[in-house]
């Protein structure tokens, strides 16, 4: 008997150990439970950091940036959501237009004719709805017409983000994630925009494909093109991207930079930008160099208004980036891909070398990559065009051995063709991006590469400034050879360069078309345009 009672109470303090156990770990739990609650209600209640209104074909949405201390920042969209009712009768008035409006591929294809697609759908739809609803007000007719227009010939709510120009970038990483996207003044954000199905991303690559004559399926899953408004886009397919189909779109800056922004937000002096106007004058060759998305081509695009009016500018790209003011003699060309027999593909090497039969006076090469592209460029260089390209390097040493070595394997000797280098660079901490070093190509005897930088200037960290740090050794004594101007003449002609541009930035003269007013009014008659800045 006392064997079984104390077995039985062995049982009991057993059972309760279990129990207490059991409670433990429901505490742990519902502990757990409420401090992710305490997190997402965190999330939630992010402060709002700054808001702006986008306008996307006439609909005004509304952005808010959120976020806090110990809270991850947020892109939030606010465009009007859609009942039920609303979205079924929306289905019924794409039915109809569909059967009523007929577009041609060219209409689709080319920028001014999707505009011309754009009013003949608008004009249909406002019909359509009119018929149906007919004490709708226009606020909500202009809505509906929007996301009509979005849905049928865009990439629905990613139309919103594209009409943003704050953004730099848009991925769509799949349809499990939220969109996400690179803020210019924020970095990148997570937005509350979500794609429904992989099904809804691999059509919005398909109609990517589409407008430029290519096709993304499975067995040619990968999609590099540019949309209509001339944002470059990126596609891959499930199940090269494990995740899900994935697209990221490049921006295309609608307002771009001129020299006065540059100016304003230091990312360069109105010395250096002076004396790049009379290299650029005078028809020397200058390579941009710099890392990854630090600015090479938005200095490029920048600088390339200082050419005069009356010489032929010839450019080669992969995607149409550079935006050029209208008094330029500009003839901009861009490759081709193949289509999906493998033909029809025009490189930037043929594209270079038929430039050189096109009576360029410049020639500016988007992006300097391979060794036939590089051999023609020196080759042009030499033969007395006057050339421009961007190179991806940190500093003008790493320049100098980017360009000796493969891939692109120019000959050293060929180098002091460069007359100026610029070095672009990103401090990803502060987000800000300065020009670095401004340096020029010396011959060098004593070293194994046969050619050296010798650095003009040079970006300081500690003081955020862009000092000078050496003296030209061959610029100016080329410049005296091109134009005959004595050194003090030339300082002069740099110091007049200086006066307009700070008088740009004082009048705030930042548009393409009104800093490309000023070069214009300059190489016309100068003496007039220095009368009326005095």
Request: with cysteine.
């Amino acid at each position: 008997m006392k064997k079984k009672s104390k077995h039985k109470k062995r049982k009991k303090y057993i059972n309760k150990k279990k129990i207490k156990h059991v409670t433990i770990k429901k505490k742990k739990k519902i502990i757990k439970k409420t401090e992710l609650k305490a997190i997402k209600s965190k999330e939630k209640k992010g402060h709002l950091i700054e808001s702006y209104a986008v306008e996307s074909d006439g609909m005004k949405v509304k952005v808010k940036i959120t976020g806090g201390e110990n809270i991850s920042k947020k892109y939030i969209l606010c465009r009007p959501e859609l009942g039920i009712a609303t979205k079924a009768f929306l289905e019924e008035i794409k039915l109809d237009l569909i059967s009523k409006v007929s577009i041609s591929g060219s209409e689709m294809l080319d920028i001014k004719e999707s505009e011309h697609v754009k009013n003949k759908f608008k004009v249909k739809a406002k019909l359509l709805l009119r018929e149906k609803l007919t004490h709708l007000d226009q606020q909500t007719e202009q809505i509906l017409i929007a996301i009509l227009l979005q849905d049928m010939l865009g990439l629905g709510r990613v139309e919103c983000l594209l009409s943003d120009e704050n953004l730099e970038e848009i991925v769509i990483p799949s349809s499990n994630e939220n969109i996400r996207v690179y803020h210019k003044k924020h970095g990148w954000l997570k937005t509350n925009i979500k794609v429904i199905s992989e099904a809804k991303i691999q059509n919005y690559s398909n109609i990517i494909a589409r407008r430029v004559g290519r096709q993304i399926t499975t067995l040619n899953p990968l999609l590099d093109a540019h949309l209509i408004t001339g944002d470059r886009s990126n596609a891959v397919l499930f199940p090269v991207s494990s995740k899900g189909n994935t697209i990221t779109i490049r921006k295309f800056s609608r307002d771009p930079w001129t020299v006065t922004d540059l100016i304003q937000n230091k990312t360069c002096t109105t010395e250096i930008f002076a004396l790049v106007w009379l290299c650029m004058q005078y028809e020397m060759s200058i390579l941009m160099s710099g890392g990854t998305a630090s600015g090479k081509t938005t200095l490029l695009n920048v600088c390339i208004p200082f050419i005069p009016p009356n010489h032929r500018v010839v450019s080669i790209e992969d995607t149409r980036e550079l935006q050029l003011p209208e008094f330029l003699f500009w003839c901009p060309l861009t490759t081709r891909q193949p289509n999906p027999e493998g033909k029809g593909e025009v490189s930037m090497l043929d594209l270079l070398v038929n430039s050189l039969r096109m009576r360029p006076d410049r020639i500016v090469l988007g992006e300097m990559r391979k060794k036939e592209q590089a051999e023609v460029l020196f080759e042009a260089m030499h033969t007395g065009h006057s050339v421009y390209s961007t190179v991806h390097a940190d500093t003008s040493a790493e320049t100098i051995r980017r360009l000796i070595n493969p891939p692109i394997e120019v000959p050293p000797n060929l180098l002091t063709a460069v007359n100026l280098n610029l070095v672009m660079f990103r401090d990803r901490r502060q987000g800000i991006r300065r020009v670095r070093q401004v340096a020029e190509f010396i011959e060098s005897e004593g070293e194994l590469i046969g050619v050296k930088p010798n650095i003009l200037y040079r970006w300081r960290p500690d003081t955020d400034q862009i000092v000078l740090h050496g003296k030209p050794l061959r610029l100016f004594e080329e410049l005296n050879m091109f134009t005959g101007m004595s050194l003090n003449e030339i300082k002069k002609d740099i110091e007049e360069k200086k006066k307009i541009l700070n008088w740009m930035v004082k009048k705030n003269i930042r548009s393409i078309e009104d800093v490309g007013k000023v070069m214009h009014d300059y190489y016309l008659d100068p003496k007039s345009l220095l009368k009326r800045l005095k």
